[in-house]
Structures are given as C-alpha cells and as structure tokens.
C-alpha cells in the first residue's frame, strides 16, 4: 500500500497568513511537515480599504485564512501560490486568477488532491488534504486507524484515534462524522464551505479504506450511509 504523507517531499516554505480569526490549528498542524511562517494582518474596519503596504516574509506558498477581501487580492499580487482557507466566493477567485493564476480555492481545506498545475500546492496536498485512512481490522473492529493524509484543521486525526478500538458499525461512523463536524472550522451551512462537506469527504474516504480491507464489511456500511447527506441511516 502507498503511504502518501510518507513520500519524499521537496522542501516547501509556507506562510499561514491570518487577521487573527482563522488558522491557528493549521499552522501548528502544518509547521510539523514544512517550514511555516505565522503572518498576522490587521482586519480593516472599513469595507473598503486603499494603499495597503503588504510587508510580509517570502514563502513558497501562502495560505490565507484572511476575510477581508482588499487585503486578501493584495496578497495575490504577491504571484505566489496561494490558498484560500477562506474563500472569498467564485467572483474573488476570478478576479484574483487574473492577477495570479496559481490561486486555488478549494471547496474544503480537507478536499484538495495534489494535482493541481502548481508543484508548491501538489507537495502541500500530499501531506495535507482529501483524507486517506490506512485500516487494520480485527473482523468488525477496528484495530488501527491512521490518517496518511488529512485536513490541516486537525479533525482527521481525531476523528480517525476516536474509531480506534470499536466496532465499525452504524453508530461508530455517525460518531466518526460527528467529530469531524465537531472538530472541523468551517461554518455550517457555508456558502462555499462547510462542515457538513467536510464530514461527507471523510465518510467517503474511510468507506474507501474499508473497501480494500474488508469488502464485504464495506457492502454493509456503505448501505448504512447516505453519502449525499453525510448522514447514517438509522433503523438499517
């Protein structure tokens, strides 16, 4: 079996650029893989902010957990890769791919794959991103679970050490999805990113795993979830 977040990584310097709301857990997350740069910006009272002088640290990568709209393009213009951990709406993204087009929004932190057409988020996305679970099972329960990829947020971690020791039936994974959800920084509902993805991604993923160890305890689970809704079925 491949193990992704154990390839050999090209050194990647990344900066976690936040106003302060977002992106702690990711920077103590991500700075245990790369060399990671804090980069803490002011968050403008005014909607409309001009002459912003972005003195930052140069990095291979940027990852931005800024709101504000003016400071996060300004941070475009650097044409350094970047990521959105907040993403600004598809209209920014336009905008901003005009400027740089090594910008990526993803539809969640914990959905990027690293194939992208930019090598700094393609090393990124081989440690941090789509979940991949590595299983061991005793028949029904689940010796090991480990997390090869996760989100940078911290939730696969914990989500995956919760399973460890229990049987993997119907009110295991609904407490698997429920801790990522827990755990997971987006907003409910978010208009273009949520925690309701964030734990149908990992719902799909673990489903995944337990197909290659396990299938006919995978036929089983997999009728149990609805992976449209991130929700298991009860009474199944």
């Known amino acids: 079996m491949k193990f992704p977040a154990n390839d050999i990584l090209i050194v990647v310097k990344i900066g976690i650029v936040s106003d302060g709301q977002y992106g702690e857990r990711a920077f103590e997350q991500i700075r245990r893989r790369f060399p990671t740069e804090w980069i803490l910006l002011p968050f403008p009272s005014s909607p409309v902010v001009d002459d912003i002088d972005l003195t930052i ?24 890769p970047i990521l959105l951990g907040v993403n600004l709406g598809p209209g920014f993204i336009n905008q901003a791919r005009e400027i740089n087009p090594a910008v990526i929004g993803p539809e969640t932190m914990c ?60 009110e295991a994974m609904n407490r698997f999805a429920l801790s990522i959800c827990h755990n997971c920084r987006a907003p409910r509902f978010g208009k273009t990113c949520d925690k309701e993805k964030a734990g149908i991604i990992h719902l799909v993923e673990l489903l995944a795993a337990l197909k290659g160890v396990n299938r006919e305890l995978w036929e089983k689970c997999s009728q149990l979830v609805d992976q449209s809704t991130c929700r298991v079925i009860s009474g199944s």
Not at 160 to 166: H, T, Y
Request: glycine share 6%; aromatic share 10%.
């Open 111 to 170: 959905s990027l794959l690293p194939n992208t057409k930019f090598w700094q988020i393609n090393e990124y996305a081989k440690v941090f991103g789509r979940p991949v679970f590595y299983l061991i099972l005793d028949k029904e329960r689940v010796v090991w679970c480990h997390p090869l990829r996760g989100s940078p947020c911290g939730s696969t971690d914990a989500a995956a050490d919760e399973l460890n020791g229990q049987q993997l039936d119907m």
């Open 57 to 80: 640290p140069p990095c291979d990568l940027y990852i931005s957990y800024i709101r504000h709209p003016d400071i996060a393009m300004e941070l475009v213009k650097t044409g350094v």
